[in-house]
């Protein structure tokens, strides 16, 4: 038998969080990886953090990525191809709609979902951009330097980093969709290492030609990291595939050679910079170039193409791109002769949701009426977002502090950042490193890494010849509840999980009477492996808030004594006490370590036990004709309702806060953590009633808290 938890033993949470939820391009909509995979497990924590620490002490934030490379190469396609004639924001703008939508239909409870290039926090992240390179340049960390990019002497311009392809150059990396200086996967290399390379504007052999910009000193780092990553290792928050993803970047500086370019390698290994060589170890192909720093393995790049010997890099620490030479970007002070650049997208994003913060609190200062301090700047430089562009609604309510120090860089705050696996470099590598050469006391974010979300068993491709569906599309068969529940139930925290719903799976399962194929989606004797969780819902969880209601209703000709409309006054039975402690405690845990899948584990066996324990006494109850007994069933099964509404609530918020309402009990009261050890005698002496006396809400005949989509019928 497992080991009974103690409040003693309880985690240690911060007075403030921030939560992230990462940032998708602005060159389409969101598909169902995007908020099955990063948004709702954001918004669930987020929602747990609100309950737990209070909702002014905590900031969601997300946003639209408004730059880079692939928006304006699928802009420049649509107006070369469909005749789209309006600016590169507007197009951003009405993607961002779509976004926006899309989460709203989810109910992904952002404090705000931004845009870097979008009112009302572009202005507000342009000044932040121009703070944090202004203090890389005063700390030492960033310099110019003048590399060399693709120019395709056929279109007569520089070519952006998406309108070059070719094969990633890192070594054991597969992809065939590498870009200028980054392939699909997140690697990151020089674009003279890329292999094959073909401008996507004339199918020709791009030149590379020097520019200059600006790079953060990042392996200067080296040595920070390495301590900082064996301290994640240790970190029971952090799941071992951030701290493995981040060694593996932390290695010697190295080429990989393969054998049949030995005789070629030896004839011009004396020109090479320091060096050593090691030999291939047993029937290995290659063998590795190792050099004391990415300077002398990049010189070592022209002497080995001129010999005539391909290679391919390992994973190294190399200085990192904080400019581009394009001119859709956010703009960067001239600094070094460095002029007329703009800020590469990936750096300015890892900033954004310190910008989005700032915007949350600048909008707080404005509703406050603030004339002076940081966020009253801020928000003097806050315009409206157009007025036909949908927006995620922002709080009401004011948050505890206005000055984003407090919640970036104070001891007492905590940042969370969900993310796709595939993007620890930026956020744990390049971050990592640039919060420290800041000095500002930035707290390291504690990451939540997710593999990816599968389509019916394979990598989600809009390319493929089964594109998944767009997380809107899904609503068209299931519920929004239906899916957070399923998406969490996946375990994405621990390796990549499938997404296949019935709905569309056109396997052919099987044929029917006329001898007809008939697909699984079809078929009636395939299970939805989508509604595993769903039921739990619309049967377990409405049966028990049902009972309870309509337990205490009053019934014309029924006078049991319980039947008086209120919650019945009394202790509930120690083992129901003792139940709900035990999920409470399993429930936080879980949460602790973002093992989402888990804790609505725990919600699952608690609903089911409490479900039975009320059906089996309740009968018992009924048969003997006992009302005292009928009450304690009901005592027992609304301490049993209370507590898992609590700690169901960021999962199907909808759902729970609907039966908050039928408690009739101010939500943000209802839904608080510091209640969830009380009785509900307690905790209804604590809001300043009298136990016995607190009235609930008639519940309409057959009410579902928890709805089947209509096409499920």
């Not at 010997?309 to 581009?324: D, E, N, Q």
């Not at 997404?499 to 699984?520: C, H, L, M, Q, W």
Request: hydrophobic fraction near 35%; proline fraction near 6%.
């Amino acid at each position: 038998m497992a080991s009974k938890l103690s409040r003693d033993s309880r985690p240690s949470w911060p007075k403030r969080a921030i939560v992230t939820a990462g940032e998708p391009y602005g060159n389409k909509g969101l598909h169902f990886g995007h908020v099955g995979g990063v948004f709702v497990p954001a918004d669930f924590y987020a929602r747990f953090l609100r309950d737990l620490l209070g909702r002014e002490n905590v900031i969601f934030t997300s946003g639209t990525d408004c730059y880079g490379s692939p928006i304006m190469e699928s802009y420049r396609k649509l107006c070369q191809n469909d005749g789209y004639a309006k600016h590169i924001s507007d197009y951003v703008e009405e993607n961002h709609s779509r976004q926006a939508t899309t989460l709203n239909n989810y109910d992904i409870s952002c404090d705000i979902y931004g845009g870097s290039g979008l009112e009302p926090a572009v202005h507000v992240h342009e000044k932040m951009t121009e703070e944090v390179i202004n203090r890389l340049h005063e700390q030492g960390t960033i310099a110019k330097r003048s590399t060399l990019q693709f120019y395709d002497p056929k279109a007569g311009t520089f070519l952006n980093g998406r309108q070059v392809i070719g094969r990633c150059p890192i070594q054991g990396c597969k992809s065939e969709k590498a870009y200028a200086d980054e392939c699909d996967l997140g690697h990151q290399f020089e674009p003279e290492e890329l292999i094959a390379p073909k401008s996507q504007l004339t199918g020709e052999t791009p030149e590379l030609r020097p520019v200059d910009n600006l790079y953060f000193d990042l392996p200067a780092y080296l040595d920070f990291m390495k301590d900082y990553t064996a301290k994640l290792a240790e970190n029971p928050q952090v799941r071992s595939v951030v701290s493995k993803t981040m060694e593996e970047w932390l290695l010697p500086a190295q080429l990989y050679i393969q054998n049949k370019f030995r005789e070629a390698f030896d004839a011009i290994e004396d020109q090479l910079p320091d060096h050593t060589v090691h030999e291939p170890e047993g029937n290995k192909s290659s063998f590795t170039v190792t050099f004391p720093s990415w300077k002398e393995r990049d010189e070592a790049h022209a002497v080995l193409a001129n010999g005539g010997v391909r290679f391919r890099s390992g994973k190294a620490l190399v200085p990192f791109r904080i400019t581009g030479n394009i001119e859709w970007g956010v703009p960067v002070p001239e600094i070094d002769g460095v002029k007329d650049v703009t800020c590469w997208c990936w750096p300015e994003s890892l900033w954004a949701p310190i910008s989005y913060t700032r915007t949350v609190l600048a909008n707080d200062a404005k509703r406050e009426g603030m004339t002076s301090g940081v966020a009253a700047e801020d928000a003097a430089l806050m315009g409206e977002p157009d007025a036909d562009s949908v927006q995620v609604p922002t709080p009401a309510y004011t948050h505890s502090s206005l000055d984003w120090h407090d919640w970036w860089c104070s001891d007492d705050a905590q940042i969370y950042q969900f993310i796709g696996q595939d993007n620890i470099y930026f956020y744990c590598i390049a971050q990592t490193a640039l919060w420290e050469a800041l000095g500002w006391n930035l707290k390291q974010s504690t990451v939540s890494a997710n593999y990816h979300l599968l389509y019916m068993g394979k990598k989600a491709s809009s390319s493929s010849k089964t594109p998944p569906p767009p997380a809107d599309d899904l609503l068209n068969h299931y519920t929004v509840e239906q899916m957070r529940a399923h998406w969490l139930s996946l375990g994405l925290s621990e390796k990549p999980v499938s997404f296949s719903p019935k709905a569309y799976d056109t396997r052919i399962t099987g044929k029917d009477k006329d001898g007809n194929e008939v697909r699984a989606c079809d078929d009636k004797r395939v299970i939805d492996p989508a509604l595993k969780e769903g039921a739990l819902l619309t049967g377990v969880f409405n049966r028990l808030a049902r009972s309870c209601f309509y337990g205490v209703a009053p019934k014309d000709g029924d006078a049991s004594p319980y039947r008086t409309g209120c919650i019945p006054v009394g202790a509930p039975s120690a083992a129901v006490m003792d139940e709900c402690e035990q999920a409470a405690l399993k429930f936080e845990k879980a949460m602790y370590t973002f093992e989402t899948h888990h804790a609505l584990a725990v919600c699952d066996e608690l609903l089911r036990a409490s479900n039975k324990r009320w059906s089996d006494a309740s009968k018992a109850a009924k048969n003997s004709g006992d009302d005292d007994a009928m009450a304690q069933a009901l005592i027992d099964a609304f301490q049993e309702l209370r507590v898992a509404t609590v700690l169901m609530h960021g999962i199907v918020p909808a759902g729970c806060e609907m039966i908050a309402s039928y408690f009739d009990i101010d939500p943000v009261e209802f839904f608080s953590w510091k209640h969830i050890f009380q009785t509900t005698d307690e905790f209804l002496a604590d809001l300043g009633e009298k136990p016995g006396e607190h009235r609930v809400k008639p519940l309409p005949p057959r009410f579902d808290f928890f709805k089947k989509h209509e096409s499920q019928f």
